[in-house]
């Protein structure tokens, strides 16, 4: 069965304090790893598509890597606005179906 | 362009009663799933529809029915409601029978069942 686990829960960071968020994953088969941003009361917003190990992608200060167990989203220098629940989605089927973590939130102090 | 819009976007209900949630598609997709959101939970896919066609169900019993309509807004429905079912119900869109697995969510509708 196809599993995400996000770590750690929860991350506290001040402001300018570089961090990482952890998803490992179990699949056969993957056909995407998908991380979205969720703030409260919203759907889920994309942020970014990998599909094998050793890509990355890159978005303003967020960074996203994978390997074949895990996915690593890179928060630089983080700002209250970064401050939100971060899903982490695999792809497995031929539909669109994601499978999703539990998501991790993260808080930024000014 | 317009993004997904969902509603109602809040209601309650008893337990035993049934509802319906709607949901309009982000323009030129022709492909929408629908996800439940517990409190502190991520998203769990309850099914998708491709041209009318549900081609993709999660472990949700069949209570949990759906529609999708010839303009690819879709419904969900919701028999015999229960407590469990307190949740909030995404609906995404996507193109070209979401082979790409991006998916476009609405704000969803948050159910509460009492």
Redo the contacts between chains.
Sequence with gaps: EDQ?TQSPEALRLQEGESSSLNCSYTVSGL??L?W?RQDP??????LF?LYSAGEEKEKERLKATLTKKESFLHITAPKPEDSATY?C?L?A???????????ITLSVRP | ETG?TQSPTHLIKTRGQQVTLRCSSQSGHN?V?WYQQAL??????IF?Y?REEE??R?NFPPRFSGLQFPNYSSELNVNALELDDSALY?C?S?PT????????????SRLTVL
């Design positions: 995400v056909r995407g998908f979205y009361g919203k759907g889920p917003e994309f598509t899903l989605a792809r089927g031929a539909n669109s179906k994601l499978t999703f973590g539990k998501g | 997904v492909t799933s502190g939970q991520g998203p769990q896919f998708q491709y081609n993709g999660g995404l995404a996507s029978g979401g082979n790409t697995g991006e998916l476009f969510f609405g704000e969803g």
